[in-house]
């Protein structure tokens, strides 16, 4: 799903994506020049090997996103919100949600079992 950043104002707009078993739901809003704020909720589940065992496992997304879209290369510094750039003046929600999904990968984690016996 690709919404271009001048189609974006004032007034929020709704996105849904639904993608294998995760919900990524929210708005884009118009944040200052050349910005937009995502303001999103990812929830669903990603199946996962566990850490300890190895045996793939679902585990329970809940995650609030909120951060920045720039239309082309961000210059500046954001003190509170991280910054992502798109440089085709194209938001791929698809590409949000990836990336998201790939930095929740890379966390450490271990499926009921093996909590079980820690
Ligand atoms: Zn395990």
């Known amino acids: 799903m690709k919404i271009p950043f001048r189609k974006v104002g004032n007034t929020p707009q709704d996105f849904t994506l639904l993608k294998d078993k ?12 050349g910005l937009i704020m995502l ?3 990812l929830e669903g589940a990603i199946n996962l ?3 300890i065992c190895a045996e793939n496992f679902d585990t329970i ?3 609030e996103l909120k951060f920045l879209l720039s239309d082309g290369i961000f210059n500046g510094h954001d ?9 085709d003046g194209m938001i791929d929600i698809d590409e949000v949600l990836s990336s998201e999904i790939e ?3 890379s966390d450490y984690h271990s499926c009921e079992e093996c909590k079980k016996q820690n």
Do not use: I, Q, R
């Open 22 to 33: 995760t919900t990524f739901k929210g708005t884009l809003e118009h944040f200052k020049h």
């Open 39 to 41: 303001d999103a909720h």
């Open 49 to 51: 090997p566990c850490d």
């Open 61 to 63: 997304l809940n995650e």
């Open 79 to 87: 003190e509170d919100y991280d910054v992502v750039e798109f440089l």
């Open 103 to 105: 930095s929740l990968k």
